[in-house]
């Protein structure tokens, strides 16, 4: 049973920063590709960074580049997503994703808030 478990989310002032992670289990981690996503109340989800394997590919939305950095550790099945010079827009519940023989698999999502 294929299960991603988020955890790191907080109420943040503006300029701050956190570290999501996401603990994957139920298949092989190693092996797959992962995504950070995340989705502002009211508004679409949107693809926020993606990282390959052995941490060597990485891509990030423009909206969050030189701001948010994706890794793994292959070993503890956790992916992150640290989030520094946080800013209001970055308000949003944040979800991990693998996608798996043609079926795509979300946690249940950790709620990052920036506000002063």
């Known amino acids: 049973q294929v299960q991603l478990v988020e955890s790191g989310g907080g109420l943040v002032q503006p300029g701050g920063s956190l570290r999501l992670s996401c603990v994957a289990s139920?298949?092989?981690?190693?092996?797959?590709?992962m995504r950070w996503y995340r989705q502002p109340l009211g508004k679409e989800r949107e693809l926020v960074a993606g990282?390959?394997?052995?941490?060597?590919?990485?891509n990030y939305a423009d909206s969050v580049k030189d701001r948010f950095t994706i890794s793994r550790d292959n070993a503890k099945n956790t992916v992150f997503l640290e989030m520094t010079s946080l800013k209001p827009e970055d308000t949003a519940m944040y979800y991990c994703?693998?996608?798996?023989?043609?079926?795509?698999?979300w946690g249940q999502g950790t709620q990052v808030t920036v506000s002063s």
């Open positions: 994703r693998a996608f798996l023989d043609g079926k795509i698999y």
């Open positions: 139920g298949f092989r981690f190693s092996t797959q590709a």
């Open positions: 990282i390959g394997l052995f941490n060597k590919t990485t």
